[in-house]
């Protein structure tokens, strides 16, 4: 079956813009989790959502950053007034996870590569 | 807060040796530990895992033990192959502790020569 899909694959902007990425879970799975992994770095957990909530928020680095997934399937995440720090890859992943402590394996998708210049 | 620590890369091994990539953790719970692999062009996958302490996790002809002991989880495999090339993630999810992410080490590049 199809897998976590991210877009775009590449996207390139200028310091000071606005972007959004975008993120398809694996159909039916209720977690979903957004990533970024700086270059020669392993991924930095950034934001988890239940549904269509945001359950955990607090690796987001600042508020520039935000996410949003209203009906519980498709995420998008939005950086505002973007700057050369922000470059990275931004991966998501999806599960089952239904809560509590038991661990649900995150499929990850393949990441959207965002270049500040 | 948690952490994961794992050897730098990169590392250069010939076909058909000995791998050994060491990884160690400090968590606030009762973590499950895991390692992802990244091959040239791809997603993260999962690679194998071990839920609780002295478990064995297994695939592809790697193995990890998760030592609680000495907080550890390094990645074995006996027989390398050049298939095998791609960047390794030791990672923990301390969902006890309060984490709902993983925590991911540096990743530890491996690349095997023919």
């Known amino acids: 079956g199809a897998g976590v899909s991210q877009t775009p694959s590449n996207k390139v902007t200028e310091k000071g813009k606005y972007v959004e990425l975008r993120c398809d879970p694996i159909?039916?799975?209720?977690?979903l989790y957004w990533y970024r992994q700086s270059l020669g770095q392993g991924p930095e957990f950034l934001i988890y959502?239940?549904?269509?909530?945001?359950?955990?928020d607090s690796g987001l680095p600042n508020d520039r950053f935000f996410a949003v997934r209203p009906e519980g399937s498709v995420s998008t995440l939005k950086i505002q007034r973007t700057e050369r720090g922000d470059s990275a890859v931004y991966l998501c992943?999806?599960?089952?996870?239904?809560?509590?402590?038991?661990?649900?394996?995150?499929?990850f998708g393949p990441g959207t590569r965002l270049t500040v210049l | 807060g948690d952490s994961v620590t794992q050897m730098e890369g990169p590392v250069t091994l010939s076909e058909e040796a000995f791998l050994t990539i060491n990884c160690t953790y400090t968590?606030?719970?009762?973590?499950?530990l895991f390692w992802y692999v990244q091959y040239p062009g791809e997603g993260l996958q999962l690679l194998l895992k071990a839920t609780k302490a002295d478990d064995k996790g297994s695939n592809k002809g790697f193995e990890a033990t998760y030592r609680k002991e000495t907080t550890s989880f390094h990645l074995e495999k006996g027989s390398v192959q050049v298939s095998d090339s791609a960047v390794y993630f030791c990672?923990?999810?301390?969902?006890?502790?309060?984490?709902?992410?993983?925590?991911f080490g540096k990743g530890t590049h491996l690349i095997i020569q023919p």
């Open positions: 992943a999806s599960s089952h996870r239904t809560g509590g402590n038991s661990y649900n394996e995150q499929f």
């Open positions: 968590a606030t719970g009762y973590p499950s």
């Open positions: 959502f239940q549904g269509t909530g945001a359950a955990d």
């Open positions: 990672a923990l999810s301390d969902q006890g502790g309060g984490a709902d992410g993983l925590t």
């Open positions: 159909s039916g799975h209720t977690a």
